[in-house]
């Protein structure tokens, strides 16, 4: 577990530069539950010498009141003794109602003073977080997103191989529960799945259909890294609705760290959204541990080691992209498939995996690039970039 608290991820050096700079931002750290935020402001509490943490995560509900009383605190200091200068940290603010216009009143009550307060927010749920820095706080906030931990992350964290990383995903908290397969999975089940769902999507959105919206993650980690229509969708759901729930169900998913859809690339964009979508997981550990096989098991399945390393490359190209302008897509044409296609501008890069699935479609990066000029077509897995290679690139390296 030290090695939990003492290995610093990247986006440490990121929060940390953007606090020690003059000019003050509302510092916005958002990212799925269980990714490392936490850690990463008690780091820099410990890199600074200062911080102020209080969270309102807890089980007695918080009021705009308790956001006044915390920033309070932190601007006092020491009894007698007004701080000009600190770290106040609110985690999952976004559970209280009407935060944004506190926090707002307060910062601007401290720029007026000249109060060298910097203010960081944690949150689990982007799109919440994201509801109250538009209605409220235009031109005071940075976002600094934080993804699912990467292959290379978690090998240099706990010297985990590429097969370990396959089946147990990128949960930093996870790594000392391998050992012992039953418990790893009910963590993962009941402290994250779980939590996700009931906490931070049932309790914070309305949802009309909550058992339908548990059912389709169940169903995305099913037919995770494969092509499968809304209309599918319908007749593997019982009371399913229309394919506008179930697309507004899937970026909830996506939201919170879980499963996303993505969109086939076809250069329009009225037809990316008419597209059915390609289901990828966005952590490995989710599509494992709702699988109930053993990692023996898991190993011994072609078919679903298979699925892991496409959905790895997958996730790990969609949790690289975020806060990037850099699109993910696939693309499908007459039984031809190319199974990502990342855009920046008019920009392409091609990318066949080659996992050892059985497939139902044949490879078409030839066929996609005579209709759409690729600047690059890469091959992953045998016979081209080894699949560890590939998960430790930088994704911008790629579009280069």
């Not at 089980?59 to 309070?72: C, D, T, V």
């Not at 007749?235 to 399913?240: H, K, S």
């Amino acid at each position: 577990m030290a090695r939990t608290i003492t290995y610093k991820r990247p986006v440490f050096r990121v929060l940390l530069r953007r606090v020690s700079e003059p000019r003050r931002f509302i510092q916005v750290v958002t990212g799925p539950r269980q990714t490392g935020k936490t850690t990463l402001v008690r780091q820099l509490m410990e890199e600074t010498g200062t911080g102020y943490y209080a969270s309102a995560d807890e089980p007695a509900p918080k009021n705009r009141l308790w956001i006044e009383q915390q920033w309070g605190a932190a601007r006092i200091g020491t009894p007698g003794k007004p701080r000009r200068k600190g770290i106040l940290i609110l985690d999952e603010i976004q559970k209280i109602p009407g935060w944004s216009e506190t926090v707002k009143r307060l910062w601007d009550d401290d720029t007026a003073k000249n109060v060298r307060l910097h203010v960081i927010i944690l949150g689990s749920s982007p799109m919440l977080i994201q509801k109250g820095l538009t209605e409220s706080l235009a031109g005071r906030f940075e976002i600094i997103p934080v993804r699912h931990w990467s292959y290379s992350e978690m090998r240099d964290a706990f010297g985990w191989e590429l097969e370990q990383y396959l089946y147990y995903g990128g949960y930093p908290g996870s790594a000392s529960l391998i050992s012992d397969q039953q418990r790893w999975r009910q963590y993962i089940l009941d402290s994250l799945i779980e939590t996700t769902v009931s906490r931070d999507v049932l309790l914070m959105v309305r949802i009309d259909k909550p058992a339908l919206l548990r059912r389709l993650f169940e169903l995305g980690c099913l037919y995770s890294g494969q092509i499968l229509s809304y209309q599918k969708m319908i007749g593997q759901l019982q009371d399913a609705g229309n394919t506008t729930t179930l697309a507004h169900y899937l970026d909830l998913l996506k939201g919170s760290g879980l499963v996303m859809g993505l969109p086939k690339y076809a250069g329009q964009a009225v037809r990316q959204r008419a597209s059915s979508p390609k289901l990828i997981v966005l952590n490995n550990a989710l599509m494992t541990a709702m699988s109930h096989l053993s990692y023996d098991e898991a190993r011994r399945n072609s078919e679903l080691w298979g699925r892991l390393a496409e959905t790895a490359v997958g996730s790990m190209l969609a949790n690289s992209i975020i806060g990037k302008d850099i699109q993910l897509y696939y693309w499908a044409e007459r039984n031809r498939e190319v199974d990502f296609v990342l855009a920046k501008g008019n920009d392409l890069v091609a990318i066949e995996v080659k996992s050892g699935r059985a497939r139902t479609a044949l490879p078409g990066l030839e066929s996609f690039t005579r209709t759409f000029p690729a600047k690059k077509k890469l091959l992953v897995g045998t016979g081209g970039i080894p699949l560890n290679e590939f998960l430790s690139m930088d994704v911008e390296v790629l579009m280069k």
